[in-house]
């Protein structure tokens, strides 16, 4: 039986770890931390079947897991990536606008090579994604246009700075137009489609980013055009914000499943 650990106790790892605890996930849940206690064991006590929650990231590498689920945040990729692949673990990353800063992309590409382990990318929000990947070396342009609803933005580094009052906004309004390495930055919760989309084509700077509030909205919808030697793809897709965090797909939180799934499997497998 597979053995996870589970970094990050909020809806995207809460919803993974009910997934493995009933039986959808052919795994086992061993070990979980959170920075919040009280995440985690309020986690713990949706289970039937109770991980132990560790003291630090760093230790749920340390135990015998097969593969460590980061379901946290972009820091926690940044603060505890390194030591999975150094214990000798696959490591699932959610939080892929981390890998955009070519430091960290380029220290964990070396570790998966110099310990022989694999970092997992589940394809989220983006259908398609297989396409992007198999036409990489002839694409010349990708962009995409997501639109959320204000309420799923709020929070994000980008309103520091920024006069856009979210609350104030009654029809739909661009509030952003760039490059996906910065949307990342400025998006860190937001936009990990972009992320994840540059890394399956042409590169965070050559990637195009729009978003869009819309008060309308009850979707995060994705607009996603590529062009270049191959001919031309354009894909939309439209998916309901999670319940328990509107800043989170309900797509990426299924094909994180799905991903586990094919991990923890040895059966037929479809795409990539």
């Known amino acids: 039986m597979t053995r996870i650990g589970l970094l990050g106790c909020g809806a995207i790892g809460t919803q993974i770890a009910l997934a493995i605890d009933s039986g959808q996930i052919p795994a086992i849940l061993t ?33 015998p897991v097969n593969i460590v689920v980061e379901a946290a945040s972009q820091d926690a990729v940044r603060d505890a990536g390194l ?14 606008g981390a890998l955009l800063d070519e430091s960290i992309y380029d220290i964990l590409s070396d570790a998966c090579k110099d310990f022989k382990k694999t970092i997992f990318l589940p394809s ?31 929070g994000a580094k980008f309103f520091e700075n920024s006069k856009i009052n979210l609350d104030s906004i009654s029809s739909p309004m661009t509030i952003f137009e760039g490059t996906a390495k910065e949307a ?42 590529a062009a270049g030697k191959f001919g031309k793809m354009t894909f939309m897709i439209e998916n309901f914000p999670d319940p328990d965090n509107p800043k989170t797909s309900r797509l990426a939180i299924l094909s994180a499943i799905e991903t586990l799934k094919k991990y923890c499997s040895n059966n037929i497998q479809i795409g990539t």
Do not use: C
């Open 31 to 63: 070990h979980v931390y959170d920075d919040s206690k009280e995440a985690s064991a309020i986690l713990v006590g949706k289970l039937k079947n109770k991980p132990e929650i560790v003291e630090n990231p760093h230790l749920l590498s340390s135990h």
């Open 83 to 96: 030591s999975v692949l150094q214990n000798k673990r696959d490591l699932m990353i959610m939080s892929v």
């Open 124 to 154: 989220g929000a983006i259908a398609g994604l297989d396409g992007i990947k198999s036409v990489k070396d002839e694409l010349e342009s990708v962009s995409i246009t997501t639109t959320k609803h204000p309420r799923s933005l709020k």
């Open 184 to 225: 990342v930055s400025l998006f860190p919760a937001n936009i990990n489609v972009a992320a994840l989309l540059s890394l399956s084509g042409i590169g965070s700077e050559r990637t195009n980013v729009k978003i869009v509030a819309d008060p309308d909205t009850d979707k995060n919808t994705h607009h996603i055009e």
